[in-house]
């Protein structure tokens, strides 16, 4: 009996030892990723999801992060696949895994990436969902100047189309982040940076809600966030997203729209309009051309109907 309790204590020292090296090797981690790679909040924050999915995982097998091979990271994948996550998910965890272990096999804290041969899963390409350009002056056209609210969903709305922002980027924008004399915007996402201009009724939209709502909804002069809610506080993900549902609603548009369904239709239309390729990737902030030539099949479609209409043999 004796003896018995000796190894059940001492598995559960080594099994705690093996928990509070990785987490000391996953906090370095994340302070690289945050101090050195500069990388978004919301970037970070899936970064820590994956890895604390992983850790509980090894945990949970008895294995050391530090000497597991190929062989476990196929077992890993093999869960994912069992408990229901999509392949695009699973992709992810694997290319968070990944770069944990190069940081490592970098920093010698492991002998190999067990990840180096690991095939992520196929995922299929989805052609985005997009808006026609009569939906989407349709859903601008909801929100009405008569009060407040009204004024800060006109601007809202028409300053996502205009931009093609990511949500993330659009909320956390303080007010000096907008040059209204010279019509453009400064979006920051990490530590990069992209000017991007704003059309004619974008701007229109934004002077009004800045001189005649923003500074009546906030209750605290000190609030710097460009966009905020009834409480005068920062709007958040969530908001947005109902402001854009309710105003679906309100035009009966059947599609599905969200912020990021208005960020394909902002590059869509540019594209279908003769604008560059390259423009459209920088104001978009895609790091890889390959993400805005997803864009190409609408454009497609658009010469179709051009040469249709135009050519005489058609």
């Not at 229109?204 to 709502?213: D, R, S, T, V």
């Amino acid at each position: 009996m004796f003896d018995i309790t000796i190894i059940i204590v001492y598995v559960n020292i080594n099994k705690m030892n093996r928990g509070i090296v990785m987490e000391k090797q996953l906090k370095l981690y994340y302070e690289f990723l945050e101090n050195e790679k500069k990388l978004s909040d919301n970037t970070l924050q899936s970064y820590k999801r994956d890895l604390k999915q992983f850790k509980n995982y090894l945990d949970e097998n008895g294995k050391n992060y530090n000497k597991i091979e190929e062989k476990e990271i196929k077992d890993y994948i093999d869960y994912l696949q069992n408990v229901g996550k999509k392949p695009s998910t699973i992709s992810r965890c694997i290319a968070s895994i990944r770069s944990f272990y190069q940081y490592e096999l970098k920093n010698k804290k492991v002998k190999q990436d067990p990840t180096d041969r690991i095939q992520s899963p196929k995922i299929e390409k989805r052609t985005p969902s997009v808006l026609t350009s009569n939906e989407v002056a349709l859903l601008l056209e909801q929100p009405s100047n008569v009060d407040l609210k009204g004024i800060r969903d006109k601007a809202m709305l028409e300053f996502a189309y205009a931009t093609g922002m990511r949500v993330t980027e659009i909320i956390s924008l303080n007010i000096e982040d907008v040059n209204i004399e010279e019509g453009f915007v400064v979006c920051t996402n990490g530590n990069k940076k992209r000017n991007i201009p704003l059309g004619s009724m974008a701007l229109k939209a934004l002077k009004e809600y800045i001189k005649n709502a923003r500074d009546i909804i906030i209750k605290n002069e000190k609030e710097t966030a460009l966009f905020v809610n009834i409480n005068g506080k920062r709007l958040t993900r969530q908001g947005f997203w109902k402001i854009i549902k309710y105003y679906k609603e309100q035009a009966h548009i059947t599609k599905e729209i969200t912020p990021h369904v208005l960020r394909h239709s902002f590059a869509t239309h540019l594209l279908q309009n003769g604008a560059d390729l390259k423009a459209i990737q920088t104001m978009l902030g895609h790091s890889d051309i390959s993400s805005t030539q997803v864009y190409m099949q609408f454009q497609d479609e658009s010469l179709k109907k051009v040469y249709k209409n135009a050519h005489p043999r058609a």
